[in-house]
């Protein structure tokens, strides 16, 4: 039963298909990872159809690691070209979801904020990706692009 909701949810990201992944989160969802911070539902649905939207060269691969009857852990590979730099990007990630009626109601994305960073910034990231006001600053910067996102689709 997991198995099939996280695969739609994948599914969804590899296939650019934002409005299956929403479907996934129940309506009291959260959703917490290093570049977005926590969200609530709404934001972590408008998240996820933004980045589905983006012209993107993302490939996606994802592994089911465990499931319980109301827990899953999946690591999920991410291959994309950054847009704002260009650089190549692999971010490796581990989620960790609490599940409830049959839909996703607490999504973590754990991965390593700082080799993202050099990825994906180069020279910045590698310098100060290690410290929170890098880590702040692109918070800041992904809340200002989904704000953006959310006003121009209402």
Known sequence: MHEELIDTFYGGLASGDGEAMAACYHDEAVFEDPAFGELGVEDARDMWRMLCASDSDLRLDHTILATTADTAKVNWVARYTFTSTGRAVVNDVTATMKLRDGLIIDHRDA???????????????????????LKSKVRATTRSTLDAFQAKNA
């Open 111 to 133: 991965f390593d904020f700082w080799k993202w960073s050099r990825q994906a910034l180069g020279l910045p990231g590698l310098l100060l990706g290690w410290s929170p006001m």
